[in-house]
C-alpha cells in the first residue's frame, strides 16, 4: 500500500513570507496527489491536486511541485498570511484504489 | 449549496457503550466516506459508501460499521466502546466515487 509522510511537523513562518512544505511518498506507481487544509474545528479542505504526468501545477497563492525521481511532492504558499494557519496533509490514492492514504499533517504557524 | 453536516458535533460516552454518528452529504452526492482523525495515527479511511451499499473498508475492526440511506445519508456505529475509539470521526461526501471529497466538520467522541 502507499505511505505518505510529511517531513516536518511543524513550520513557523512570519507573515508575508514564503512556505514550503514538503510529502514524501512510498509508492512509485501512485499518479495523484493531493493536498488538504485542515483548520482548527474544521475537516480537512481541498487545496489543489496533481496528476504523475506533470511536475507542477498553480492554484491561487499556492504551487505544488512534483519530484517521481525521489517521491517526493511540495505544497508552496507565497505571501503566507495568518489565515493559512493550519495543518496541512498530503495524500495520494493506494493499492490500486481512489481512497486516499494520508500523510500525518504539517502545523502551520503563520506569525503577524 | 449548504456543505457536509455531521451531527452530533460532540459526544461523551462510556466504554462499552454504542454510538451512532449521522452524515448529510452535499445535496446531489452520492459517495459517502467515514474517517477516523487521532493525533497517534492520523487520518484513517473507514469506510466508503454508494448506491447503499458499501464500496470499500479501511482496517478496522466489525465493532465499526455504517449504513447509507436513499437519500445518500450515513450513518456510522461504533459498538463496545473501548477508550481508544476517543476521535475526530470525519464524513466526506463526493459525487461519484473516487471524486473530490468535501469533509464536514467532524464529530468528537471522547469514551471515558
Known amino acids: 500500500g502507499e505511505s505518505v509522510g510529511l517531513h516536518l511537523p511543524t513550520l513557523s513562518v512570519q507573515e508575508g513570507d514564503n512556505s514550503i512544505i514538503n510529502c514524501a511518498y512510498s509508492?512509485?506507481?501512485?499518479?495523484?496527489f493531493i493536498w488538504y487544509k485542515q483548520e482548527s474545528g474544521k475537516g480537512p479542505q481541498f487545496i489543489i491536486d496533481?496528476?504523475?504526468?506533470?511536475d507542477k501545477r498553480q492554484g491561487q497563492r499556492v504551487t505544488v511541485l512534483l519530484n517521481k525521481t525521489v517521491k517526493h511532492l511540495s505544497l508552496q504558499i507565497a505571501a503566507t498570511q495568518p489565515g493559512d494557519s493550519a495543518v496541512y496533509f498530503c495524500?495520494?490514492?493506494?493499492?490500486?484504489?481512489?481512497?486516499?492514504?494520508f500523510g500525518r499533517g504539517t502545523s502551520l504557524i503563520v506569525h503577524p | 449549496k449548504a456543505g457536509v453536516t455531521q451531527t452530533p458535533r460532540y459526544l461523551i460516552k462510556t466504554r462499552g457503550q454504542q454510538v451512532t454518528l449521522s452524515c448529510s452529504p452535499i445535496?446531489?452526492?452520492?459517495?459517502v466516506s467515514w474517517y477516523q482523525q487521532t493525533p497517534g495515527q492520523g487520518l484513517q479511511f473507514l469506510f466508503e459508501?454508494?448506491?447503499?451499499?458499501?464500496?470499500n473498508k479501511g482496517n478496522f475492526p466489525g465493532r465499526f460499521s455504517g449504513r447509507q440511506f436513499s437519500n445518500s445519508r450515513s450513518e456510522m456505529n461504533v459498538s463496545t466502546l473501548e477508550l481508544g475509539d476517543s476521535a475526530l470521526y470525519l464524513c466526506?461526501?463526493?459525487?461519484?466515487?473516487?471524486?473530490?471529497?468535501?469533509f464536514g466538520p467532524g464529530t468528537r467522541l471522547t469514551v471515558t
Open positions: 445535496s446531489g452526492h452520492r459517495s
Open positions: 496533481i496528476r504523475s504526468n506533470m
Open positions: 459508501y454508494f448506491s447503499e451499499t458499501q464500496r
Open positions: 466526506a461526501s463526493s459525487w461519484d466515487r473516487g471524486g473530490e471529497q468535501y
Open positions: 509508492n512509485s506507481a501512485s499518479d495523484y
Open positions: 495524500a495520494a490514492p493506494s493499492g490500486g484504489s481512489y481512497i486516499p492514504t
